[in-house]
């Protein structure tokens, strides 16, 4: 199983002192958290897309670029690729360049994005949100796996002939999550394909993701990839954690009271009563995220949310040294117990490339 972090990349004011970061700032602090987050011995660093203020991580291969030539072992990821407004063309050439100066340690989250002016911005729809999504992905896949494609579709050019370059590591592409917050399409699209489906699991009640990762599990199955168990599932979750969780609540409300993205609404308390967001010790933790495999069964991949709200860098890096030293270590152990023998670990650019080797071409083939 697969931990790691995730990032939206905002600029936010930190509450308790009014001081706001630069973009350069805030870019520089992302990076610092990467390489902090191989140091501690996660597995993957994922960074979001945004297009808009106050975010700032509207290149992910860029920044994603320049951490791989400064780590050598952790899964550089997306948390969003957005899959509607970019070119399908773009994402096969950028992702594939990035999956070689990175040695294979890449991979990729698609999804619609959750900001609406974002699409005109790009020539595209909203309406057209899911559509896009499925053509758009479909192209992308052709461009991967084919070396010379013809191709015509609604939303872009017909291609004739078209070659991406360069071409997909080993030839085998980097593995792809499709996130979705609400849209079962998603979902469906996912386990059509054999690929991972990630939940974001973090402003619902996790009633709300069960239903979509069922709904994958079973179309997976459908579709005859393997067993519901099988499938590839990933989770998002939020985490601030101290010592003892007095001090830990003490300190984060004031950032939660405050976040663009939950801030002025329900209380701490009833937002972590109604969601996954923890806000305690390290060994509660543990107990919330261990308690997830209840509700979604076995998973393969487990990124928290931690840079967020206006939280200052020292006390994020304080946040990942207890997640590397004191949490995972025993989730690595605890959910490896829990493993059904039949469960297939998260794929990597390594397994991939073994399973075609093998002749297999289904993440859950093995």
Same mark, same amino acid.
Request: hydrophobic letters at 40%.
């Given at each position: 199983m697969q931990f790691g972090i995730f990032t939206v990349g905002d600029v936010t004011t930190d509450p308790t002192n009014g001081t706001t970061p630069t973009e350069h700032e805030r870019i520089k602090a992302m990076t610092t958290i990467a390489l902090k987050a191989e140091e501690v011995g996660l597995d993957v660093f994922a960074t979001g897309e945004h297009h808009n203020p106050p975010f700032v991580p509207s290149s992910p291969t860029t920044m994603l670029g320049? $951490?791989?030539?400064?780590?050598?072992?952790?899964? %550089?990821?997306?948390?969003?690729? %957005?899959?509607?407004? +970019? =070119?399908?063309?773009?994402?096969?050439? =950028?992702?594939?360049?990035l999956q070689h100066l990175a040695d294979g340690r890449v991979d990729?989250?698609?999804?619609?994005? +959750?900001?609406?002016?974002?699409?005109?911005?790009?020539?595209?729809?909203?309406?057209?949100?899911?559509?896009?999504?499925?053509?758009n992905y479909a192209l992308l896949r052709r461009l991967w796996r084919q070396d010379v494609v013809d191709w015509e579709g609604k939303f872009r050019t017909p291609l004739q002939g078209f070659t991406a370059t360069p071409r997909?590591? =080993?030839?085998?592409?980097?593995?792809?999550w499709h996130g979705s917050i609400r849209s079962p399409e998603v979902a469906e699209q996912a386990a059509y394909y054999?690929?991972?489906?990630?939940? +974001? +699991? $973090?402003?619902?009640?996790?009633?709300h993701f069960m239903r979509l990762i069922e709904l994958y599990?079973?179309?997976?199955?459908?579709?005859? %990839?393997?067993?519901?168990?099988?499938? $590839?599932?990933?989770?998002?979750?939020?985490?601030?954690?101290?010592?003892?969780?007095q001090d830990a609540v003490r300190e984060f409300r004031p950032y939660f009271d405050n976040a663009p993205v939950y801030g002025h609404g329900p209380s701490l308390e009833e937002f972590t009563e109604r969601t996954p967001l923890t806000v305690g010790s390290p060994q509660q933790v543990i107990e919330r995220t261990l308690s997830f495999r209840e509700s979604f069964g076995d998973y393969q991949r487990q990124l928290f949310l931690m840079d967020h709200a206006g939280l200052p860098l020292k006390t994020v890096l304080e946040q990942l040294d207890i997640l590397?030293?004191?949490?995972?270590?025993? %989730?690595?152990?605890?959910?490896?117990?829990?493993?059904?023998?039949?469960?297939? =670990?998260?794929?990597?650019?390594?397994?991939l490339v073994a399973r075609r080797d093998a002749g297999g071409d289904r993440p859950a083939a093995s």
């Open positions: 320049w $951490i791989a030539a400064r780590t050598e072992r952790i899964i %550089l990821s997306t948390a969003t690729t %957005l899959i509607t407004t +970019n =070119d399908p063309v773009k994402i096969a050439e =950028d992702y594939a360049m990729l989250m698609t999804g619609r994005g +959750n900001t609406g002016p974002v699409y005109p911005w790009f020539g595209k729809d909203i309406r057209d949100g899911i559509s896009l999504a499925l053509e997909p590591l =080993d030839g085998v592409p980097p593995f792809v054999g690929d991972g489906f990630f939940a +974001n +699991n $973090i402003f619902w009640p996790k009633e599990r079973q179309r997976f199955a459908h579709y005859g %990839l393997g067993t519901a168990e099988q499938a $590839i599932v990933g989770l998002g979750g939020q985490v601030f954690m101290r010592k003892n969780s590397g030293e004191e949490v995972v270590p025993v %989730l690595r152990r605890e959910f490896a117990a829990l493993r059904p023998a039949g469960v297939p =670990d998260a794929p990597t650019h390594r397994s």
